[in-house]
């Protein structure tokens, strides 16, 4: 079964850090690039960064320098370290592959209050 679940979201100030965790099945995991999404209020989902299998990382333009994506392996999850954040990282994050599987996980809340 395939299975993605997010956490870790919150309500932060702007300037704050937030660390989010997927835990990913290993159908999904093993082997595949993983990227963290986010999805505002009527916007579409978009990749903010991506983790290749050997650790290689690639970000979007406006999370590079602050977000840190990360991955572990052998626990089958992945991670964004997020800091300095702004209100316009207030979205739903969601972990998948990429290019994104069908599947997707619930998703985590992050809010940034000016």
């Known amino acids: 079964q395939v299975q993605l679940v997010e956490s870790g979201g919150g309500l932060v100030q702007v300037g704050g850090s937030l660390r989010l965790s997927c835990a990913a099945s290993g159908s999904i995991f093993s082997g595949r690039t993983m990227g963290w999404y986010r999805q505002a209020p009527g916007k579409s989902r978009d990749l903010v960064a991506r983790v290749f299998y050997g650790g290689v990382t690639v970000y979007d333009g406006s999370v590079k320098g602050r977000f840190t994506i990360s991955r572990d392996n052998a626990k089958n999850m992945v991670y964004l370290q997020m800091t300095y954040l702004e209100p316009e990282d207030t979205a739903v994050y969601y972990c998948?592959?990429?290019?994104?599987?069908?599947?997707w996980g619930q998703g985590t809340q992050v809010t940034v209050s000016s």
């Open positions: 998948n592959q990429f290019p994104p599987s069908a599947n």
